[in-house]
C-alpha cells in the first residue's frame, strides 16, 4: 500500500496544476503532462519502481460553468496518453472547479486551503475500486506528503 501512494499524490498535484492551467486545452495540459514525465523521469529509480499504473479522469468545472475533461493513462509512472473527454474506465476521479484551484494556489497555506476546499466539496478525490480508495485515504491523511508533493509541481 505505502508504495502506491507517491503515485496518488503526484496525480492529485498534476491534476490541481492542470486545473490551474490558464487555458484548458489540450496543447496547455500536454505541457503539465510533459513536466510531470519530467520530474519523474529525474526521481530516484526506486520512487518510480513505486508508482504504478492508473487510470485517472480530472472533471474541472470551468468559472464559465461548461465542464472540461481530461484522462490521463499512467503506465510504470510516465503519463503514456491524455484523452481529452476523459478515460471510460478510469480507477480515480478528480472533480473539482476551476474557482477552487485558484483559491487553493492563492493561498499562503495551500494545503489547508486544499482541505478546506475538500471539506466544501468543491475538491473531491474518488477512488472507482478498493485499492484506490485505500490509497486516496492514505495520502490525504497526510499534510507532509502533500505539502511536498505540492512544493514539487507549484513551489
Do not use: C, W
Request: glycine share 8%; no cysteine; hydrophobic share 45%.
Amino acid at each position: 500500500m505505502k508504495k502506491a501512494i507517491p503515485v496518488v499524490v503526484l496525480l492529485i498535484m498534476l491534476s490541481l496544476s492542470v486545473a490551474s492551467a490558464v487555458s484548458l486545452d489540450a496543447a496547455s495540459i500536454q505541457s503539465y503532462v510533459d513536466s510531470y514525465n519530467g520530474k519523474i523521469d529525474n526521481a530516484p529509480d526506486v520512487l518510480k519502481g513505486m508508482l504504478g499504473n492508473e487510470q485517472v479522469n480530472v472533471d474541472i468545472t470551468r468559472n464559465d460553468g461548461s465542464l472540461f475533461q481530461v484522462g490521463f493513462d499512467v503506465k510504470n509512472a510516465h503519463i503514456d496518453s491524455m484523452v481529452e473527454g476523459g478515460l471510460s474506465d478510469p480507477s480515480i476521479v478528480l472533480t473539482t472547479t476551476e474557482s477552487a484551484v485558484a483559491n487553493i494556489k492563492g493561498s499562503d497555506d495551500p494545503i489547508t486551503a486544499f482541505q478546506n476546499q475538500m471539506d466544501l466539496g468543491q475538491v473531491r478525490i474518488e477512488g472507482e475500486n478498493y485499492i484506490a480508495k485505500a490509497k486516496i485515504a492514505a495520502v490525504l491523511s497526510s499534510g507532509g506528503v502533500l505539502q511536498f508533493f505540492y512544493n514539487v509541481f507549484f513551489g
